[in-house]
């Protein structure tokens, strides 16, 4: 498990000086309990630590993981994607603002022959570009495209979990789906497939949890 650098030092205090409760926790961290809370809440869920109501936390040296942990990290892009939203390099500026208020999303996929991936442009990249002056009628998007080999894709049979990493560490809000191919030439590309975006995070995380409140 990768903790963040506070999580780490919760984890490191709780294996020290357990039990231990979150004011505790929270007083030796010079933090308040308020800010402590979502870390204990991850550590607690995630089976790292243990919360004895009136005791407080204790480190768990023999992690049982949670049958639903291994089940979230076992979801995949696949499973959970949305169809792609692409545009040929050479439309206009004008045509991909238009395409993007129709299709109602955020960022588009940019494709040459067969789907083969070449860039992306998000919102801003669209934004930025009306500031100048740009004729948007006239400048193909290529021109403002973040471009191959800088895009981050995902995989079908990735698992979420990283995909959704992934899209956090690099503040990004969409990734390609694509399949790798071999052209003609011997080099590789890749055929994109699909979208998966933070919009399918927010509902799978929304399905999840409502479901869990049911049943
Ligand atoms: P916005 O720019 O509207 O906030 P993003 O955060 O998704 O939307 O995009 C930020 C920048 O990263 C933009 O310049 C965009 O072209 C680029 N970008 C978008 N998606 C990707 C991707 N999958 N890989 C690499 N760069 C990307």
Redesign the pocket.
């Known amino acids: 498990m990768e903790f963040t650098e506070r999580q780490a030092r919760i984890v490191e205090i709780v294996k020290n000086s357990s039990p231990i409760t979150g004011e505790q926790i929270a007083a030796k961290l010079d933090l308040t309990r308020a800010t402590l809370r979502p870390d204990l809440t991850i550590l607690t869920m995630a089976g790292v630590l243990e919360a004895r109501p009136r005791v407080g936390y204790f480190y768990k040296e023999k992690k049982e993981t949670s049958p639903y942990m291994d089940r979230l990290r076992q979801l995949r892009v696949g499973d959970f994607k949305s169809l792609p939203i692409s545009i040929r390099e050479n439309i206009s500026i004008y045509d991909a603002i238009v395409t993007m208020f129709t299709q109602n999303v ?2 588009l996929t940019v494709v040459g022959e067969g789907q083969t991936l070449r ?7 669209l ?1 930025k570009s009306t500031l100048g002056k740009t004729d948007l009628q006239q400048v193909p998007v290529s021109i403002i ?2 471009r191959m080999p ?4 995902t995989t079908a049979d990735e698992p979420v979990l990283e995909a959704a990493r992934r899209l956090t560490l ?7 789906v694509v399949e790798a191919f071999i052209d003609e030439k011997g080099e590789e590309r890749y055929e994109v497939i699909g979208r998966f975006t933070k919009t399918n995070v927010t509902k799978l995380f929304v399905q999840i949890g409502s479901l869990g409140a049911q049943s």
Request: aromatic residues 0%.
């Open positions: 955020g960022s860039g992306m442009v998000s919102r801003k990249d934004l495209m973040t800088n895009i981050i894709m690099h503040q990004i809000d969409t990734l390609p």
